[in-house]
T-cell receptor
Framework: RKEVEQDPGPFNVPEGATVAFNCTYS??????FFWYRQDCRKEPKLLMS???SGNEDGRFTAQLNRASQYISLLIRDSKLSDSATYLC?????????????FGQGTELSVKP | DTGVSQNPRHKITKRGQNVTFRCDPI?????LYWYRQTLGQGPEFLTY????????KSRLLSDRFSAERPKGSFSTLEIQRTEQGDSAMYLC??????????????FGNGTRLTVT
């Protein structure tokens, strides 16, 4: 089993749609979780950290379910500019500052 | 510019040659990471440093790969006897490492390696 798994997509949605991505991780001791965004042929950039209680940043909502070992990202009112690959990132161990493992990414395409 | 800087941006080399890439992290960041990314995949962890200490190296990484961060500032990644399978984007990232959990990574633009 991979340490971090995502649905590769692609997700093709119309503008204004709500879309949700899920990501599962294998180590129940994992403590740090992030969502990154990567545009075509660019470097990944932090979208948001994921906190235990869930957190929201504008149209974006991140949730953590420790019991089921998955995190989710919800995008409301999709914009054309949201088209990108979304990467789930997890520290697979409980220690501070260790390696961060990326999922394979979920591609989103928002159409007019 | 205070972001992560990587050089060169592109490298084309023949199979069997050695290549070296450089990464200059954000100056106050003490953690530095190397990742490799191929088309359609997420970044794959290679190694990371805390200051000058290399704390972890991926078991998937062959002995042809070596990384250094001699003074805890810039880092180099060397690939010896390159193979066509080494063709990829090599990404460097840094983080501050001051919180009790992982701090987010800040990536450079990457070095795209093509082995012919």
């Amino acid at each position: 089993r991979k340490e971090v798994e995502q649905d590769p997509g692609p997700f093709n949605v119309p503008e204004g749609a709500t879309v949700a991505f899920n990501c599962t991780y294998s180590n129940s001791a994992s403590q740090s979780f992030f969502w990154y965004r990567q545009d075509c042929r660019k470097e990944p950039k932090l979208l948001m950290s994921v906190y235990s209680s869930g957190n929201e940043d504008g149209r974006f909502t991140a949730q953590l379910n420790r019991a089921s070992q998955y995190i989710s990202l919800l995008i409301r009112d999709s914009k054309l500019s949201d088209s990108a690959t979304y990467l789930c990132v997890v520290n697979p161990r409980a220690n501070q500052g260790g390696k961060l493992i990326f999922g394979q990414g979920t591609e989103l395409s928002v159409k007019p | 510019d205070t972001g992560v800087s990587q050089n060169p941006r592109h490298k084309i080399t023949k199979r069997g040659q050695n290549v070296t890439f450089r990464c200059d992290p954000i100056s106050e960041h003490n953690r530095l990471y190397w990742y490799r990314q191929t088309l359609g995949q997420g970044p794959e962890f290679l190694t990371y440093f805390q200051n000058e200490a290399q704390l972890e190296k991926s078991r998937l990484l062959s002995d042809r790969f070596s990384a250094e961060r001699p003074k805890g500032s810039f880092s180099t990644l060397e690939i010896q006897r390159t193979e066509q399978g080494d063709s990829a984007m090599y990404l460097c990232a840094s983080s501050s490492g001051v919180s009790s959990y992982n701090s987010p990574l800040h990536f450079g633009n990457g070095t795209r390696l093509t082995v012919t």
